[in-house]
């Protein structure tokens, strides 16, 4: 008969064989365990579990939520409507801009005016200084008097301005009439003039030194003519040609020419210059801010010499 320790072995494997069933068991309930308490199924998935987030198409999905949900869509808008900005000013668009104003009825009757238009009324201040005989920048020569005055050098306009006479006002009420004659450089300001001593004191005392002022282009009554002038050192081969007296401002001066009329170009220094002899000596055609021409004939070429005619350009 064996031994007891030779029977013990088979109750050990009959015990082995037990648990590994129960094992078994026991894993097989929980897979179903499992099974049964996933997401899909229906049941809680705890707290480790996060719902998913809903994003726009081309985004990136994230566990944590938008603090600022996308607006809806109108849902009776064939086409997405875009979320309405607070537009800045800068980011308006700009307005189209206004054409600039046309020119003052006045300008239409002086086609050829420069920046001092008839009609105008232009703001300003009014200096002065020693005319002494009056003589200035455009070089007319002594004055008759001296109710003359120097224009800024941008209304000045290369000479343009030379021989207008402008009605100038302070805000007392008092005015007087001057005749440009000569330049006003930096820091003249546009619109300034610098006014003789003798025609400022008509205006206010010299102690004032600047007041505000308006003034406007004049077509004065007059009974002079036009005078002609050619620059000492001018000859058949080079000249330079002024004229002096006109009423109105002088926009153009004109030689005659085999082909016609030729334009001079004005100087600085109100000269009509002619440099290779074109014209010098012959007829000359003179054209006002208002397009009026007058022709003068039968003048030599005498330097510095002041030959009258017997024209005059008509009151406006």
């Given at each position: ?124 201040v009014a200096t002065h200084y020693d005319a002494a005989d009056g ?41 007087v009439t001057v005749r440009i004659t000569n330049e006003c450089p ?117 330097p510095d010499a002041v030959q009258p005619t017997r024209v005059q350009?008509?009151?406006?």
């Amino acid at each position: 008969m064996a031994s007891r320790s030779h029977r013990r072995p088979p109750r050990t494997r009959r015990r082995t064989a037990l648990v590994s069933a129960v094992a078994v068991a026991a894993a097989t309930l929980v897979v179903s365990l499992v099974v049964a308490l996933r997401p899909d199924g229906g049941a809680d998935a705890g707290p480790a579990a996060v719902a998913p987030v809903a994003v726009s198409q081309g985004s990136t999905a994230s566990a944590t939520p938008s603090p600022k949900p996308e607006p809806k869509r109108s849902t009776d808008s064939p086409t997405p409507t875009p979320t309405p900005t607070t537009a800045t000013p800068s980011a308006r668009p700009s307005p189209p801009r206004a054409p600039k104003p046309a020119p003052r009825p006045a300008s239409d009757t002086a086609p050829l005016a420069g920046r001092i238009k008839p009609g105008v009324a232009y703001q300003g201040v009014a200096t002065h200084y020693d005319a002494a005989d009056g003589n200035g920048a455009c070089l007319f020569g002594p004055s008759p008097d001296l109710m003359v005055a120097a224009m800024n050098t941008t209304d000045y306009e290369t000479s343009k301005a030379c021989g207008a006479h402008v009605l100038v006002r302070a805000a007392n009420g008092a005015s007087v009439t001057v005749r440009i004659t000569n330049e006003c450089p930096l820091p003249c300001a546009p619109g300034q003039l610098d006014l003789s001593k003798e025609a400022f004191a008509k205006l206010a005392g010299l102690s004032a030194g600047r007041i505000p002022v308006t003034w406007s282009l004049l077509s004065p009554s007059t009974s002079e003519t036009v005078s002609i002038r050619y620059k000492t050192g001018s000859s058949r081969h080079w000249c330079a040609v002024q004229a002096l007296g006109h009423r109105n401002p002088l926009a153009r001066l004109e030689v005659r020419t085999g082909s016609g009329w030729h334009r001079l170009t004005r100087t600085e220094y109100n000269y009509f210059l002619s440099p290779d002899g074109t014209g010098c000596g012959g007829s000359l055609r003179l054209t006002d801010i208002y397009g009026e021409q007058l022709t003068v004939e039968g003048l030599a070429v005498r330097p510095d010499a002041v030959q009258p005619t017997r024209v005059q350009f008509a009151r406006h």
